[in-house]
């Protein structure tokens, strides 16, 4: 079936478009945000690193789980209606963490406040495919990939103000309470401004049975993942062979559902038939393989380290947030003019920039550490904004407006599992590094970059093999009906 869809620009866009992306913008933070309120959460509830830990690896894991899923329910019942549903849901959580007087109590409303935050990510980009064509889409995806890039790396920085304003103990419920204001008033706007939008296709039953099964291949590869800090990956290491079962499961019943002319849960020719998809998929997943582990060592190394305060760590990585957020919009602007081309620029500087503070970092003295860095991350945060933002537009571009939900929640699937498994090997890597190297902190955040680099140069080599095979890397007009899915 092909879409026959007329598209009306709708006047309110670019406004439902600001909602939308600042309610992403708070569920986006919340991944990295607690990870410098631990030592706070520690002793305000008085328990274990094992236990805070689960804080921020418990919203991770229900966050990664629930991504596809949701966006098929988008796909499905309409965007919108789970857009405010998934916001809603994410404030009353919010202000449950906050409240949470055990840390038993607390790791519940994280897994929740994750699971909300998973329903809510894959409906900004489906609501993007909706409301923009052309070089609009392009610009509206720029300021996705901003969204997504300056909310990882900013996390530290905002945790940072909040324990410095609200100090200790108790001031890490802070960083759950800043939710509530900006998400009720968010909820109001978007009740008002985003409008109800077909999603060109029929409703058909959801895919339960594909869901189960994705779930517990997601379940077993991210669950040892996200407590790699607490010896996770040894004690649970043999979740990884048992997840290959669901997964070849999940396979062989999405192949079944096409042949038996049901809605998959994800529709396996996204990857095989949609132009652009698979490669931007797996250049997304190996880009935040490196570039979401670094910012867990950075705050080691500056705090645990340099002896840093969490404001002070947060500000000397602060240089990379602004660099992503300048050239993710300029991005968004170009990715028509020069496609895949700006992914390749943008992981050239991310290579050379991330690869020169650890080279600074390795070899100035503490006191001057983060202010040395900072051009080096600034070269970075630039790169970087030019890997996000045309990498989304041109993953997404093509992908029928009636299954943009599902495809956009398995592009952010790929980057949860992507960071998981970069936070695992890039944590590790710092901590052999210090324990063979004497203690020495310069060398351990050395050798994590290292490996930061090693991952970004591979992201490169995709990019650079999927710039040949499209013949230059431009972007065609994008069509609601480039592949025939029906």
């Not at 006191?367 to 790169?383: E, N, R, S, Y």
Request: aromatic share 10%; hydrophobic share 50%.
């Amino acid at each position: 079936m092909t879409s026959t869809e007329t598209y009306t620009p709708d006047p309110r866009r670019w406004r439902a478009l600001s909602v939308t992306l600042a309610a992403g913008f708070m569920s986006l933070l919340d991944v990295s945000i607690v990870s410098v309120a631990l030592p706070s959460i520690q002793q305000g509830l008085g328990t274990n690193p094992a236990g805070a830990q689960w804080v921020v690896s418990g919203y991770a894991l229900t966050f990664g789980l629930a991504l596809v899923p949701a966006g098929r329910l988008g796909d499905a019942f309409g965007r919108r209606r789970m857009f405010l549903i998934a916001l809603t849901a994410f404030v009353l959580f919010s202000a449950a963490c906050g409240a949470a007087p055990t840390i038993g109590l607390l790791v519940v409303a994280r897994l929740l406040q994750g699971l909300a935050a998973g329903c809510l990510a894959p409906q900004n980009s489906g609501l993007i495919q909706n409301l923009f064509r052309g070089a609009e889409r392009g610009r509206a995806f720029g300021f996705f990939g901003a969204t997504v890039g300056i909310s990882t790396a900013a996390g530290p920085i905002v945790g940072g103000l909040l324990l410095a304003a609200f100090g200790e103990p108790d001031g890490w419920r802070w960083i759950f309470y800043v939710n509530v204001p900006i998400g009720v008033l968010a909820v109001v706007l978007a009740a008002r401004l985003v409008p109800r939008v077909g999603t060109g296709g029929d409703r058909k039953p959801i895919d339960w049975t594909g869901a189960a099964l994705l779930g517990a291949a997601v379940l077993a590869l991210l669950f040892p993942l996200v407590q790699a800090e607490s010896g996770g990956v040894a004690r649970y290491w043999w979740l990884f062979p048992i997840g290959a079962v669901p997964a070849g499961a999940f396979l062989w019943w999405e192949r079944r559902e096409l042949q038996r002319r049901q809605e998959p849960l994800l529709d396996l020719r996204l990857i095989t038939e949609t132009s652009g998809y698979a490669s931007g998929a797996l250049i997304g997943m190996v880009y935040f393989t490196g570039f979401s582990g670094v910012w867990i060592v950075f705050a080691q190394f500056f705090q645990s380290g340099l002896g840093y305060t969490p404001l002070q760590s947060g500000l000397s990585v602060t240089a990379f947030a602004v660099g992503s957020a300048v050239s993710a919009v300029v991005a968004g602007k170009l990715v028509e003019r020069y496609g895949r081309r700006l992914t390749v620029f943008g992981l050239s500087l991310v290579t050379l920039g991330i690869a020169a503070a650890a080279v600074i970092l390795l070899l100035v003295p503490g006191d001057v550490a983060g202010l040395c860095v900072a051009p080096a991350l600034l070269v970075a945060g630039i790169g970087g904004g030019f890997v996000i933002s045309p990498n989304i537009t041109m993953t997404l571009r093509n992908v029928p407006v009636r299954m943009a939900g599902s495809a956009g929640g398995a592009l952010q699937t790929g980057q949860r599992v992507g960071a998981a498994i970069g936070t695992a090997l890039v944590a590790g890597v710092f901590y052999g590094v210090l324990a063979a190297a004497g203690n020495s902190y310069p060398a351990a955040i050395a050798g994590a970059l290292a490996l930061a680099v090693l991952t970004t140069v591979v992201a490169l080599a995709v990019a650079v093999a999927d710039l040949r095979h499209a013949g230059g890397g431009t972007v065609p007009e994008p069509s609601e009906h480039h592949v025939s899915h029906d």
